[in-house]
């Protein structure tokens, strides 16, 4: 038998809430990077394959740990991870303050990767803990709106302050340090939080995990499917910033500009999305976004202007959100409460996979191969993982409601 949640949680809208500014606040930092690691990287004399490997950096330390540190969860609880995924971020923050080289650069990317560790899988099993089944894509949806929401003022307080040094003719060096040291204070502000609002919410009496619940065949199946077409979409991000430039001439300020209608989405929508696989079920929210980020991949290599650059990036920014809140609630519909940590172990496992070989096959493909090529690649395999979705999955039962009875807004 499985019990609420310890009376220690202050409560689940307000634990939901705490979570949602800690997702906020640590996200400040980490959207720029994105944007700025490849050109940063390239002024400190990098190849196109060692910027592939600063993407696959960040995921080597949720590789290694995450297939074990789901079921510790499941055993000690969610809170502790939390607050040692948060204090990961904000000691990530300083080493990238001090980063001057190619080597400090991967440094920071290795502490980033162990926030990333122990920060996400503790915050989807807390959601899956405190959420209603009715619920949980609204939920899933509302951390995906905090850390895009954070990720967006962040990235536009950055480029602010990036485009103010470069007009008292500061070096790329020189700006990098003083904009991680800005950003190390919204981290702060996220741990406290963390360690304010965020209470123990693992059940007070559960199951061994080793005994309650072995890996499903589903669960399986969809680990597969998050491998594929995470490390694929992994591949194309590093390149992206590269191709564009070349292709457009335009500098990396035009190119945030582009992407801001997507940032839009990403921050207000995901949470609304999450209400359709609520009351859908989660299979067709999932591969529409799929499918739609599989158009908009092929598409790329064959934009005219910035413009038409802009609006892929909002019509993939659109499928992402309707498919990520369904793929991080499929997980807690398929593992149980018994196992939810054990579940998205495994589920954040083979993303971080993904995520550590895609950027190298990606700066491989785009050296030797074609420019294009990662983009095509991308767009196979997403195609693939929405046919696998629709014919291999099946909607765990009770899924679909008709009536969302989710709690209010955070």
Known sequence: MVSQPSPCVPGPRRT?????????????????????????????????????????????????????????????????????????????????????????????????????????????????????????????????EAVNRGAL????????????????????????????????????LALWAGWRGVGETKPEEIEDAEKSQSLSGQLAALVVIVFATGGSRAMVWPMLVFFLRDRLSTDVGVLALAYLPAALIGSFLPSRMGKATDRLGRKRPLVAGLSVGALASALIPHMPGVIYLATLWAVESLGNAASIPAERAFVADIAGA??????????????????????????????????????????????????????????????VIGQMTAGSDI
């Open 16 to 144: 939901l809430a705490a979570l949602w500014r800690a997702a906020f606040w640590v996200s400040f930092p980490f959207g720029i990077l994105s944007f700025v690691l490849p050109i940063y990287g390239k002024e400190l004399g990098a190849s196109a394959l060692q910027v592939g490997s600063f993407f696959t950096a960040v995921s080597l330390v949720p590789l290694l740990i995450r297939p074990f540190l789901g079921r510790v969860l499941d055993r000690w609880g969610r809170r502790p991870f939390l607050l040692l995924g948060l204090i990961g971020y904000a000691g990530a923050a300083i080493v990238f303050c001090l980063a001057d080289t190619v080597r400090l650069l991967t440094v920071g990317r290795l502490v980033q990767g162990l926030g990333q560790a122990f920060l996400w899988i503790s915050a989807y099993t807390i959601v899956a803990d405190l959420a209603r089944h009715s619920g949980r894509g609204v939920d899933f949806g509302r951390i995906s």
């Open 153 to 188: 003022i962040g990235t536009s307080l950055g480029f602010g302050a990036l485009f103010f040094m470069s007009d008292l003719d500061l070096d790329w060096r020189t700006m990098w340090f003083w904009l991680f040291a800005a950003y190390t204070i919204p981290v702060l």
């Open 338 to 399: 018994d196992a939810r940590g054990a579940g998205y172990g495994l589920y954040t496992f083979a993303h971080f996979l993904g995520a550590a070989i895609g950027p190298v096959v990606g700066g491989w493909l785009y050296e030797n191969v074609g420019h294009a090529t990662p983009f095509y690649l991308n767009a196979a395999a997403l195609v693939v993982g929405a046919f696998l979705v629709w014919v291999v999955l099946r909607e765990p039962r009770g899924c």
